[in-house]
């Protein structure tokens, strides 16, 4: 039991599963953001442009409700398609988001990559070491005689 224990400490301590926990939350509150984004801006804005209908409430009744004497005895059965139809905006704008972080994030990439090309690049074109002007081979030979001398 204590391995197990120390197995999953060291599983949820990787900095990878911290990163993905901190990436279902803030997409947990993204989606929040979105939901009501398509259902208090969008669906009513469209729902304007089609003549003033609520499309959250918009239904195809499959079976009307029965009722006798007032009360509701079998339940309408209808599909939702004002709700489906919210949904799929809110799945699209979702998909769109991730999208341009995805495409962003590879553009960054590249450009790190790029540059880190053009700095190998650089490096190798450049000489290791000056070649040594006439002064100094003249000083290196001095030093050189100097120290035999000693």
């Known amino acids: ?3 197990i224990a120390k197995e999953f400490r060291d599983f ?5 599963v911290l990163d993905m926990a901190v990436g279902v939350i803030i997409g947990g509150a993204f989606g929040k953001i979105t939901t009501s984004l398509v259902n208090d801006v969008f669906m009513p804005f469209i729902g304007w442009i089609f003549g003033d ?7 195809i009744i499959l079976s009307p409700a029965v009722t006798e004497n ?8 209808t599909l939702g ?3 489906f139809i919210a949904t799929i905006i809110d799945f699209l704008l979702v998909a769109l988001c991730i999208f ?3 495409k962003a994030f590879n ?3 590249a450009l790190s990559e790029k540059r880190k090309k053009e700095a190998e690049a650089e490096a190798e074109a450049a000489p290791a070491e000056p070649e040594p002007t006439k002064e100094e081979l003249l000083l290196a030979e001095i ?4 120290k035999e001398k000693k």
């Not at 007032?70 to 059965?77: H, I, M, Q, S, T």
């Open 1 to 3: 039991m204590k391995k």
């Open 12 to 16: 949820i301590t990787r900095g990878n």
């Open 53 to 59: 209908i609520d499309l959250s409430q918009l239904n």
């Open 70 to 77: 007032g009360e509701v005895v079998k339940e309408a059965v």
């Open 81 to 83: 398609i004002g709700t």
């Open 100 to 102: 341009l972080v995805v």
């Open 107 to 109: 553009k960054a990439r």
């Open 143 to 146: 030093r050189d005689l100097l």
